[in-house]
């Protein structure tokens, strides 16, 4: 199966500092999402990127789907953003929506 | 977005036990889905829930041990049968929306197998 990989694993911030979260794919995909994790456990979509540019607020995204990876940038952090941001992909072989993970990259952003 | 309830939100059991999740979405859904989240891990799909035909399970998971149920478009149970504590995890339901192509989350079900 596709292979997500995100980098990196553990990230901590300042308030107020950028940040650029990674997501590596093995194979071309359908549908690329980003998801906030919040320390309560639920989960939120960000975006849906398979390919192109997206922004909203303070976050970005960006998926180059040739070269196989999604980039998540997150401006003027605050301490709300800190949580899991997990990458998913849904496989072009695969059934429509089953998504697969990455590991997920865990920010902690300190006042 | 589509509005997705889950009950319990959490529970503590004892192991051989079997414990029933369920997940209620706002509107009616083709797709429905059950996702395992162990403790300090990522997501992994256990099934799809289809209506009125059989869960279509991802390798690693089986009926006996996940029955799921899918009476209707807007609701969906999963049972964790013969608990074991390493059971112990997030249970997630989620939902497919075609007019974003995008997948929302209920807010999970933690349980806890001692």
């Known amino acids: 199966g596709i292979q997500v990989e995100q980098s990196p694993p553990d990230l901590i911030l300042q308030e107020g500092a950028n940040s650029t979260l990674r997501c590596n794919f093995s194979d071309s995909v359908n549908n690329l999402q980003w998801f906030h994790q919040n320390p309560w456990g639920q989960l939120i979509n960000l975006f849906y990127?398979?390919?192109g540019t997206k922004q909203n607020g303070r976050l970005s995204a960006t998926t180059v789907a040739t070269e196989r990876y999604s980039l998540l940038y997150i401006s003027s952090s605050q301490t709300t953003d800190s949580g899991v941001y997990f990458c998913a992909v849904e496989d072009s072989g695969a059934g429509s929506y089953q998504l697969t993970f990455g590991k997920g990259t865990k920010l902690s952003v300190i006042p | 977005s589509a509005v997705i309830s889950q009950k319990p939100s959490r529970d503590i059991c004892q192991r051989g036990t079997s414990l029933t999740i369920q997940c209620q979405v706002d509107?009616?859904?083709?797709?429905m889905f059950w996702y395992r989240q162990q403790p300090g891990q990522s997501l992994t799909l256990i099934a799809t829930?289809?209506?009125?035909?059989?869960?279509?399970?991802e390798s690693g998971f089986v009926i006996d041990k996940f029955p799921i149920s899918r009476p209707n478009l807007t609701f969906s149970t999963l049972t964790v049968s013969n608990m074991s504590p390493e059971d112990s995890s997030i249970y997630l339901c989620?939902?497919?929306?075609?007019?974003?192509?995008?997948?929302?989350f209920g807010p999970g079900t933690r349980l806890t197998v001692l």
């Open positions: 989620s939902v497919g929306s075609l007019a974003t192509d995008t997948q929302y």
């Open positions: 829930a289809n209506q009125g035909s059989e869960a279509t399970y």
């Open positions: 990127i398979p390919s």
């Open positions: 509107s009616q859904v083709t797709m």
